[in-house]
């Protein structure tokens, strides 16, 4: 690697200025596997039977070092070459895994069918208590419609089949040594080189085991011209690994680098319908495929610390949102205050005095809609955290819903404002077929997922020196505006407290692909001496159905965290024209 | 049938042989798998030798001069004070700190840093020992002296903490394993104060009195480390007799050191002199010496920073630096100490030299902090600043034993009920030798006279105005007020001081009036992960809100 001057702007004795990197890796891995299968073959040929047993042993190791050096002459790339030294390295690594599976298949005639598979694995990423980690797996089919009693619905169930299922898999930390308490060099103190413990020795770490319960149908109808399937499934994950969970820093360390932390289940259901060529008109042909799906995690057992450490206190500050992860809850409620608009005027009067004042004023209601009043028959301001922060809320500032009606907009009148999590989540698409000509469209939706639209926040919170949106224009700006945008504050104020103003629907519906094509004839192949030819058009992304004001509403969803749309860049339409001609 | 049987017994011989088979491979399978980290060391091969020992020792040092351990040493000590305003590019919680609103949330609360370097001390507590009997040639003695130095760096680690926090885990044993429960409940503050004096007493014991490498004396814990934190505990208990015996032997080893140096001092202690030059100009050798060079005569123990290892990066960024605007850092001194301080003013008097050194008072918007900052001043009031990161930060140094000793004095001479002169006497010489080193002009008119502090609440506000002028932006000043007001059961004379750099200066009184406002707060993270914890109740402001 080597970064010539051109192409920085720092100063000529800058380190990275002609820098040249030459690193080197060698790696070495040798990979035993041994696999014995028996099949037996019986008389009875309805019967089928076959069994698997395998081992792989891998072994390996490597070393790498490296050299920066920089201040070189100029378009001389040679480390060796004389410069100043920046930095040198070497290193050293070693990994090793075992595992042994057994596998065993029967089925009788076409009508059931069982599969058992065993997995131990063994790994160094744990103690030697826990090393091995063992995962069953069974799942059965039985087809009823090839049942002799289901002949009376042959004419028009094509297909009719139940799949139950059961398995463990495991899943092992990312990271080597833990089990260890491991000593390094520190930074040397005067002229004394210094060693420290790192880490804290995690001797209780277990595999994450996955347990997944699968229920599961296919139906095919008039022969097969539609198939569905139905999955029903409930995963549970023991034992979850969680990374820096934060422990009392007390003890020197701020966070075990790994912690089985409780258990967590996704229960979720899917169905997919397949059409295949359910309408003929001619030589017109038509199918059509449709997904339906949803899925929820929760937790069902934690650590109450970890709980805890997941979940903030309202900080008070602006575009901050809470939320909660709970035992028994889904994931990625959002709660945060009701936003209403902006105080038309600083001064409260009754009656409105134009430019002066009005009863669109920040002052305290009571429960009924009146304005509470102090001893002098002045009414009480409303302030945003009284106990601390003690802002007095002015014209121009955005309303809060003061929720329990004491004047003070704090914690307490924080509310729930919806779930990111969608409510069914799928896509659907068709296909066409006239002769030579096919068309295929597929689209993808989302409904009922919520959405922080932080991009918005960020191009309308006139906060900083950053650029921002055209509805800046509508902010308040005198007494007596009526508008829906705050006025604008320098680094102060609270208008874009975390509130429903930015909570946004993120349904959508996504026309995401469509393809044409066009396969030549057989006479204009032979012409040519080709074997088979066909041209085909095809879009991406094309158009996307939805009430959402940001660019983008399909975001990432389903972690601890909230579903926020920063502004990433949207994902590209294009088009791809293709030819191809086999000889 | 025979057949069958003999196949039975192939198969029950061949189950066998599986099993077997596979249970070895397994056990053997497990060896494989226990693969050794290749760059690092693990417990299991540690702590065999005394280079071990001394390595780990070694890291508790190196973790106390870590960004972090510094500036919490100066922010618990000082932020609070009535020394520190906001600077230029003050961060939101810096100004949330010097508008007198410290939160939970605020990241100056996390400890963490000095339990990392508590951890170590205990690490090397708990597996030191054992190396004794491992390695012939790590003797009893040397361990001991190694255990001298872990036993006194935990114990101004903890000092440090039960000033700031009052009641805090006390944790004697390293973290080493994930099978403990890691929640230390909060020790009473006495109890804490107790294990520090007693390891203190234990460290004097085995301490080195002297290393044969000059800088190890600063840079490392000797005997009189141990002492002059001694006093300072002392001093915070109330037990002002042993508090003067400690400072006393702080005084005398110093002045016998001055006398093996043949080092020419004027007066009773060994004070580096600042000299005139002329009518006008003075030099600022004290200063240039104990600050800008670093490792100094008076020097008791300071934390080193050298060149390519650590570097201080808390001078820069809080106090300024050359190439600032201003020389302006994170924060300023308050506008009422320098504001005419080269003039006189209620803080300093015209003489005082300390007035430049301090801070440079003739600056126009913001007051920029000079100590430490600057490398050195010359005789026309010139500074010099510093091009490294690099200088040292200092614990304890003579003069502040000294002052401590004079308000333990003072403290002791109305214990009996009538005030005790003797006392007065003593103290107001300690007071006198440092403020003279300051005030070299020495006519009579610029000298304290005892007859102006001839009783004890004159004294004892000479002594913390001494000590405010000596001891600016060394992280002392809070702690000297926190003092003061735990003696005299309340906040509110305290609260006058300190409120003193306020734009409203009764609201933060009253704000912090309550005792428990005397100490931080546990930071809200910590409190979410050990369950034993409870905030200072000051602070405690979630008892009506619950979350389900």
Known sequence: MYYPRELSTLNWYDASVNSTTQSGNRNRAFTTRHTLTFTPKFDNEDHFFTTMIRGELTDGNGSGSGVTTSGLPNNISSSSADGELNNMWTSLNQWRSIYFTYSAHYSYKSKYAILFTARLDGSTKFGSDNRWGFFPSISGRWNISDEPWMDWSNDWLSMLSFRPGFGQVGQQPGAQYLHFSRYGSASQYMDMPAFRPNNIRLTDLRWETKTTWNLGTDIGLFDDMITMDVNIYDQLTTDLLMQNVGIPTSTGYSALSWKNVGSMRNQGWELNINGNQVLKLGDLKAGFNVTLGNNVNQIVEMDETTLMGLNGDFNFANGSYLTRVQVANAFGSIYGFRYKGVYQYSEYSAEEVPGVSGPNAPVAHDAKGNVIVDEEGKPIPMVFDYDDINYTFKGGDAIYEDVNHDGNINELDIVYLGNCNPKVTGGFGFRLNYRRWSLNAQFNYRYGSKILNIAKMNAENMYSNNNQSFAVNWRWRTEGDVTSIPRALHYAGYNFLGSDRFVENGSFCRFNYLQISYNFTPEFMKRIGAKSAYVSLSGNNLVNWTKYSGVDPEVGYGGYGLSTDASQTPRAKYFTCSMSITF | ?548
């Open chain 2, 1 to 548: 049938m025979q057949r069958t049987m003999r196949k039975q017994n192939r198969t029950k011989f061949s189950n066998w042989f599986c099993a077997f088979a596979l249970c070895t491979t397994i056990s053997g399978c497990s060896d494989f798998l226990g693969i050794l980290p290749l760059n690092e060391v693990v417990l299991e091969n540690y702590w065999t030798n005394e280079d071990d020992v001394r390595s780990v020792v070694s890291s508790c040092y190196s973790a106390m001069a870590s960004n972090e351990f510094v500036k919490l040493s100066f922010v618990w000590g000082e932020m609070r004070s009535d020394n520190i305003v906001r600077g230029l590019g003050t961060s939101e919680e810096e100004i949330e700190i010097l508008e007198g609103n410290l939160q939970p949330s605020h990241s100056v609360t996390r400890w963490s840093s000095f339990y990392n370097v508590i951890n170590l001390c205990n690490t090397v507590l708990y597996y030191g020992p054992d190396v004794v009997n491992k390695d012939p040639d790590f003797n009893e003695s040397e361990w001991l002296a190694m255990k001298s130095e872990v036993l006194t760096i935990r114990s101004l680690c903890y000092f440090y903490l039960v000033r700031t926090f009052r009641d805090i885990p006390l944790v004697l044993n390293p973290t080493v394993d994930d099978n403990g429960s890691y929640q230390h409940p909060a020790a009473d503050q006495f109890d804490v104060l107790n294990q520090i004096v007693n390891d203190l007493l234990e460290a004097e014991r085995y301490a080195v009195k002297r290393y044969s490498k000059e800088t190890y004396n600063k840079g490392r814990v000797t005997q009189l480390t141990v002492q002059a934190l001694l006093a300072d505990v002392y001093l915070w208990l109330e037990d002002y007799d042993n508090c003067i015996a400690y400072c006393n032997k702080v005084i005398s080893s110093k002045i016998e050191e001055a006398e093996e140096e043949q080092m020419n001092y004027d007066g009773t202690y060994p004070l580096i002199g600042n000299q005139k030059t002329n009518s006008t100009a003075l030099t600022h050798e004290a200063y240039n010496d104990i600050f800008g060079v670093g490792n100094s005569f008076e020097s008791i123990f300071e934390l080193q920073f050298t060149r390519n290892q650590q570097s201080n990066d808390i001078i820069p960024g809080y106090f300024g630096t050359a190439t600032a605007p201003n020389n302006i850092g994170a924060i300023a001194c308050a506008d009422f100490i320098a504001d005419g301080a080269t003039s006189g003013n209620d803080i300093f008097v015209k003489t005082d030299i300390r007035a430049i050194e301090n801070f440079n008072a003739k600056s126009t918007s913001f007051f920029p902090v000079r100590k430490y900052v600057v490398e050195s001043i010359n005789n026309q009031d010139v500074c010099t600043y510093r091009s490294l990161n690099l200088s040292n930060w200092i614990f304890y140094r003579l003069t502040d034993i000294m002052l401590l000793q004079a308000e333990a004095l003072t403290e002791r001479s109305q214990q009996s009920g009538d005030t005790n002169e003797e006392d007065l006497k003593e103290a107001f010489q300690l007071v006198s030798a440092v403020y003279n080193r300051a005030n070299i002009s020495q006519a009579a008119k610029d000298t304290l006279q005892f007859g102006s502090y001839n009783s004890y609440p004159k004294m004892a506000s000479l002594v913390l105005l001494e000590r405010h002028r000596e001891l600016m932006f060394e992280g002392k000043r809070w702690f000297d007020l926190v003092r003061k007001a735990r003696r005299e059961g309340n906040n509110s004379a305290m609260m006058d001081l300190a409120k003193r750099k306020y734009t409203y200066p009764e609201s933060v009184k009253s704000k912090w009036i309550k005792p428990d406002m005397l100490y931080f707060p546990i930071n809200e993270q910590e409190l979410k992960v050990n369950l034993l914890l409870k905030q200072n109740p000051g602070y405690d402001t979630g008892e009506t809100i619950k979350k389900s």
